[in-house]
T-cell receptor
Framework: GAVVSQHPSRVICKSGTSVKIECRSL??????MFWYRQFPKQSLMLMATSNEGSKATYEQGVEKDKFLINHASLTLSTLTVTSAHPEDSSFYIC???????????????FGSGTQLSVL | AQTVTQSQPEMSVQEAETVTLSCTYD???????LFWYKQPPSRQMILVIRQEAYKQQNATENRFSVNFQKAAKSFSLKISDSQLGDTAMYFC???????????????FGKGTKLSVIP
């Protein structure tokens, strides 16, 4: 089956630094990728939708200047948390859309997530 | 906007027994998918089952089946012959299709924590 690779799986950084998280689709072309955030014991909240070659679309309340998303190729999207603060500590998950053959075969595959801890 | 409601924060089931997790949703869309995802302690999101709204037949995947009631906007998951490895958080999710902004995004419920007891 399709695989989405997300790195790093865990990162600890100092307050004020920037952290980049990569999301790669390994065996399919992902025209659309999504970035989610999950707080402990809570559900996944969509942060932004990333389309290859265009600007990301951010959900209401998500600061686009803090969470920079780049989707420069059909297999790679990156999320950069700029000037990270302790309140940015969370579990970040990407997913990639694999359209598959035909209109009725929409599938989303998830990366394994990144636990960000900002000290 | 779509909403997904899971009214059971936690459930438990004896190994080998059957359990049903509830999910209701609200939407004005006509083209959509519904999903159940499993998130074990590893936190990897794993697709359990998917239902296309235009299909009347309930989806099944081995021990997992759904009861999709479109008019009632209900989408419950039945797990038969529960196994210890089924212990996880289960999220119900909605995906809008082919409809401009917001298409293909997943809207998740708050999840149900399922514990399978030996």
């Amino acid at each position: 089956g399709a695989v989405v690779s997300q790195h790093p799986s865990r990162v600890i950084c100092k307050s004020g630094t920037s952290v980049k998280i990569e999301c790669r689709s390994l065996d399919f072309q992902a025209t659309t990728m999504f970035w989610y955030r999950q707080f402990p014991k809570q559900s996944l909240m969509l942060m932004a939708t990333s389309n290859e070659g265009s600007k990301a679309t951010y959900e209401q309340g998500v600061e686009k200047d803090k969470f920079l998303i780049n989707h420069a190729s059909l297999t790679l999207s990156t999320l950069t948390v700029t000037s990270a603060h302790p309140e940015d500590s969370s579990f970040y998950i990407c997913s990639a859309r694999d359209r598959g053959p035909g209109e009725t075969n929409e599938k989303l595959f998830f990366g394994s997530g990144t636990q960000l801890s900002v000290l | 906007a779509q909403t997904v409601t899971q009214s059971q924060p936690e459930m438990s089931v004896q190994e080998a027994e059957t359990v049903t997790l509830s999910c209701t949703y609200d939407t004005s869309e006509s083209n959509y998918y519904l999903f159940w995802y499993k998130q074990p302690p590893s936190r990897q999101m794993i697709l359990v089952i998917r239902q296309e709204a235009y299909k009347q037949q309930n989806a099944t995947e081995n021990r997992f089946s759904v009861n999709f009631q479109k008019a009632a906007k209900s989408f419950s998951l039945k797990i038969s012959d529960s196994q210890l490895g089924d212990t996880a958080m289960y999220f119900c999710a909605f995906m809008k299709l082919y409809s401009g902004a917001g298409s293909y995004q997943l809207t998740f419920g708050k999840g149900t924590k399922l514990s399978v007891i030996p």
